[in-house]
């Protein structure tokens, strides 16, 4: 039966390779657009996953009234102990980093500030991977800071000199190069969190505006369940009430565009509606083979083959067309997705988890995290196109014995 089948697909090149090659497009553009579609997934948490977070938690305040000495951002209000012990109790939650944004506005200048605590290895924490010179902060250290690279090089600082925040001095003991860890709550300087926390909870105008207690805090970062986040996501909004702004993945999602958007939604529909019209293709070029090789098939009833047996050798032609157009379709996606992979991803993270005063010279910077397009065949896809395969040919298999009934080999032999 294999050189049989080997045979037939030969003798009819032009249609065997018709068949072959839309169905190799069909299953090609499924994987494709999963690929692609999963690789912006993955750029979209490249902002958070670089600081070993999958959620970020913060309560929009109100507009200073006075831009003087230390201010909150408009997109931070404090945050108080209570609701960031019921955060943390949010089932999901692993662990909670807590935070301190601010700005200061000098004599001689604007310094955007942030509040870490260095016990922690991820959110802030996780900038000990970006250090490029001297040391980072260490638990119970005081009066101590770490310098973005690219404001030291502007400010001309450097390891062990001073800088003065809210009349307090620090001792620059780092330098950090932020643009390597997912560029959220991008600051000039980094201080320990509980001189941020006297800092602000003595700031005329932070208090004139912000009910701000001495423990609180106003930007969280969180370890959780990939499964549970939308859970967490939801509670968390729950507890910070109207005025959370709480993001995750899917949020830096929506920042990616109209085009990831849609095929996010609808490329497995693209794709699966795509498979459907190749598999419309191959029906077709069956039929039209069914019709070429009537009187073949007539002469095989009259030599005593069975409806069956013709539909079995049909099938079998059908399924191996099938199977290589699947092949085919695997090859063609791993060539495209192997394009996609040379390309890249520039997620924009939003004003409000890396915010600067719009009313500066130059305005607000646009801060964003630029990623390889991460667009991969998984197991998981490539089993699937092989499923698809088999409906297609299961697909055949149904409507087969239905064409070949139609064929009387009677009238077939006395008509040719």
């Known amino acids: 039966m294999i050189s049989y089948i080997a045979s037939e697909l030969r003798r009819r090149p032009s249609r065997t390779l018709a068949a072959l090659v839309s169905i190799g497009i069909g299953i090609a553009l499924f994987l494709s657009l999963q690929a692609y579609a999963g690789g912006f997934r993955e750029a979209a948490r490249a902002p958070l996953s670089e600081v070993g977070a999958a959620i970020t938690a913060q309560r929009q305040g109100d507009v200073p009234e006075v831009f003087e000495g230390i201010v909150f951002p408009h997109s ?3 945050l108080h102990p209570d609701e960031i012990e019921a955060i943390a109790a949010i089932d999901g939650v692993e662990e909670v980093a807590e935070s301190l944004f601010f700005w200061s506005f000098e004599d001689d200048g604007f310094v955007a500030g942030l509040g870490i ?6 959110g802030p924490g996780r900038l000990r991977t970006a250090l490029v010179d001297g040391r980072f902060l260490e638990p119970d250290e005081r009066g101590i800071a770490v310098a973005d690279t690219s404001y030291a090089h502007q400010s001309g600082l450097g390891v062990n000199d001073f800088t003065t925040i809210a009349g307090r001095s620090f001792t620059i003991v780092g330098l950090v190069d932020t643009t390597r860890v997912g560029q959220v709550a991008n600051a000039n300087v980094y201080i320990p969190l509980v001189d941020a926390q006297e800092m602000a909870a003595e700031a005329p105008n932070v208090l004139s505006v912000h009910d701000m207690g001495a423990d609180d805090a106003n930007l969280l970062f969180l370890k959780a369940e990939q499964t549970q986040s939308e859970g967490v996501v939801a509670a ?8 959370a702004l709480v993001s995750s993945a ?7 565009g109209v085009l990831f958007d849609l095929i996010d939604r609808f490329g497995v529909v693209v794709g699966l509606m795509a498979f459907l019209f190749a598999v419309a293709i191959l029906l077709r070029t069956i039929a039209v083979g069914v019709w070429e090789r009537r009187r073949e098939i007539a002469m095989m009833r009259a030599v005593g083959w069975r409806r069956r047996d013709i539909t079995r050798q049909l099938l079998s032609e059908t399924l191996v067309i099938t199977f290589l157009g699947a092949a085919v379709g695997v090859a063609f996606a791993s060539v495209i997705t192997a394009v996609m992979s040379r390309s890249i991803v520039v997620v924009p993270v939003p004003w409000e988890l890396s915010p600067s005063p719009h009313f500066l010279p130059g305005g607000a910077e646009d801060v ?3 990623v390889p397009l991460m667009a991969r065949l998984t197991p998981a896809t490539a089993l699937a196109a092989l499923l698809l395969a088999l409906v297609a040919a299961t697909i055949v298999g149904v409507w087969l014995p239905r064409r070949l009934a139609n064929i009387k080999p009677a009238e077939v032999l006395r008509s040719e």
Do not use: N
């Open 76 to 78: 931070v209000g404090p």
């Open 117 to 122: 605590d260095p016990s922690v290895d991820f």
């Open 236 to 243: 968390a909004e729950a507890i910070l009430g109207p005025d």
């Open 250 to 256: 899917e949020s830096f999602g929506e920042q990616l």
């Open 368 to 370: 964003a995290v630029v």
